[in-house]
Each structure stands twice: as C-alpha cells, then as structure tokens.
C-alpha cells in the first residue's frame, strides 16, 4: 500500500463464524475505502482467515478479473461471498427460486422456513454419528471455492498486509500459527474444521480443527511480529448476553459463543496486565510493547443470531450483515480515526471485570 499523508497503520483481528463473516466483509470493504489507513497484518480464523485471503489476493491483483489495490481488494471479497450467496441459492427448493424472482425477501423466509427441520436433522446426525461415518468422502465444497479465488502465490509473499491463520491441533490440543510460507488451501480448511462437520485437516504430518477453539483471532502473532501497535478487532461472536439462556437452541448457542471468545478474552488479559506493569513503571516500554486495542462490534445485531445462522448464508443474512459491518466500521472510523497510534479505544479492563 503506498503511504498517504496522515496514514495511520493497524493490525486487523479478524474472528471466525461462519456465514456471519459476511460481517467482516463489510467492515473490511469500509476499511479499504479509507486511503490513509494502512493494514500491516491481519490474523484471521476460519471465516476471518478466508476474508483476509480475499483482502490480500485482490490487493495484489492476485485474480485476473482484478486490478489490484483496495478495490480490487473490495471487488474480490465481493466475488467471493457473492459465490457463497449463489452456492446456498443453488441448493434451495425450486420454489424458492421461483419466489426470488419476485421477491427475494420473501424466497429467503422461505427458504429458512424450509431449512429448519433439516438444520435440526444435521445437529441431530452430528451428535449421533461422525464426519467419518455420515462423510466418508470428506466432500467440502469450501475447497474448491478456495482454490478457485485464492491466489497463494500472491498471499505468500513476505509484504504487507501480513497473514497469520490459526488452526487447533487435534493432538496436542496447541494452538498452530500458520505464517505466509506456510500457507495453503488445506490450511484454511484446518482452520474452519468445525470437528462435527468435517474431518480433521492434515497439514504437514498434524491433524487441526477449527482455530477458534484456541485462538479466534491468536492475537499473539501481531504483537511479536509486525511494528505496528494498534490492534482492531472485528467481533462476530457477542461477548455479552443480558439474559440467562433457558431453552436447549440458547444454551447450545450461548455455549457456543463462550467456547470461541474464550482464547481471545484471555489474551486481552495479558494486554490489559502488560498495559498496568508499564502505566506503574514496573517495565519499560522498550522491554514489553503496550499495545492499544479497537474494536469494530455489533453486539446488538450479533444477538439477534445463532449458531444455526452461522451455517445459513441465505442472501438476506449476508446483506444484512454485510451493511451491519460497514455501518459498525464507518461509526469507529468516524469516532476514534484520531485515537489510532495515540491511545486504545477499548476498556479492556471494564471490559473484563
């Protein structure tokens, strides 16, 4: 990215969820309207790691339909979640391709209406039978997609922005950092192994589930290695609820939402620790960095949704969240532009008391 006068440089944390990364992808095609904010690194989870594929393939001018730089960057991660929007359309019942001629709004009630018993059928089978006994073939079609619109000979390259993609080692149970050179489609898959639905991934000898058992974004990476101390965060998952769950769907949902913010609730802990040592002049700021957090969230939209939807990209659920995102990015941007390289706009402590 060539720099601009008044470039501010950050670190993207871009969490993984499945289909409710459609909301990354509009905080990401705000972000890249901004000329004088410059990416440095992006760490990215599941459905986050395949947005930051996209973000830099495009910026490269890594696909032959693209120009390179930030639009090209906006049109590939249109390209891509407009393929998941056709995919999830083309397995719909002809009547809703019917109905979506006249009013897609109502083919997607439809179309949600009629998935329902079979999202409960496919939890159901899921905690009866596994993937390699109902998947023997180990069948996902996120792969090919992968491997149609992923350039790794662009996305490999040591410039920035810098990919890290996280993946849960199925052995020893560690979290495994995927670095540029490292990078392949079977990386992404480890990293989005939701370990009910696929196999496990094998990637150089270890087996990996999903990364957001351990990492959802590992924030570990941007600290060590990359310059920049400015970190933003781009939550699908709710960190609070204001109700106690009571049905078996909440419970699950509410589990699920726990289990994915855990990792990356405890390393905020270390960045608010790290943070008090320096503020008291226990350690120098040349021995520890003090790193600022931000953060692009919804939790109101977020709420609104379940685990079910994360599996639902229906149309509806990707336009909604996509305008979601960039409403979410355009409001950080206009509230907190002058913060970044100044000062951290989340209280990670209040956050974690």
Not at 17 to 27: E, K, M, R, V
Not at 116 to 145: K, V
Not at 240 to 256: H, T, W
Request: aromatic residues 8%.
């Amino acid at each position: 990215m060539a720099a601009v006068h008044g470039t501010r440089r950050i670190n993207l944390a871009l969490q993984g969820g499945g289909a409710h990364g459609a909301f990354t992808w509009g905080a990401l095609d705000r972000l890249l309207e901004e000329e004088r904010l410059e990416i440095e690194g992006i760490s990215g989870t599941s459905a986050g790691a395949m947005n930051a594929a996209m973000l830099k393939t495009g910026l490269l001018g890594g696909d032959p339909k693209g120009a390179g730089g930030r639009e090209g960057a906006r049109a590939q991660l249109d390209r891509f979640w407009g393929e998941v929007r056709r995919q999830a359309r083309r397995n719909a019942h002809p009547m809703v391709e019917w109905l979506a001629v006249f009013s897609p709004e109502a083919a997607d009630r439809l179309h949600d209406a009629m998935r329902a018993p079979l999202d409960h059928a496919r939890e159901t089978l899921s905690r009866s039978l596994s993937p390699y006994q109902w998947n023997p073939l180990n069948i996902n079609p996120l792969g090919d997609l992968l491997r149609e619109m992923t350039c790794f000979e662009r996305i490999c390259r040591g410039c920035f922005p810098h990919l890290f993609v996280s993946a849960t080692n199925v052995r020893t149970g560690r979290i495994k950092v995927f670095r540029e050179a490292e990078l392949s489609v079977e990386v992404f898959l480890a990293s989005a192994c939701l370990p009910f639905l696929f196999q496990a991934v094998e990637v150089a000898g270890e087996h990996y589930w999903d990364g957001g058992y351990m990492g959802n974004p590992a924030l570990f990476p941007l600290f060590y290695e990359t310059g920049t101390d400015d970190i933003l965060i781009v939550h699908v998952n709710p960190i609070e609820r204001p109700d106690v769950p009571r049905s078996a769907p909440d419970i699950l949902n509410r589990i699920n939402e726990i289990s994915f913010n855990s990792s990356l609730l405890r390393e905020l802990r270390v960045v608010a620790f790290v943070g008090r040592l320096i503020e008291e002049g226990r350690i120098s700021n040349t021995e520890m960095k003090s790193i600022r957090i931000h953060a692009v969230r919804d939790d109101a939209t977020m709420r609104s949704l379940g685990v079910a939807t994360k599996l639902s990209p229906t149309p509806r659920l990707l336009d909604d969240l996509k305008a979601a995102g960039r409403a979410a990015a355009d409001a950080f941007l206009r509230a907190h532009w002058d913060s970044i390289g100044r000062r951290g706009t989340v209280d990670i402590r209040a956050m974690l008391d």
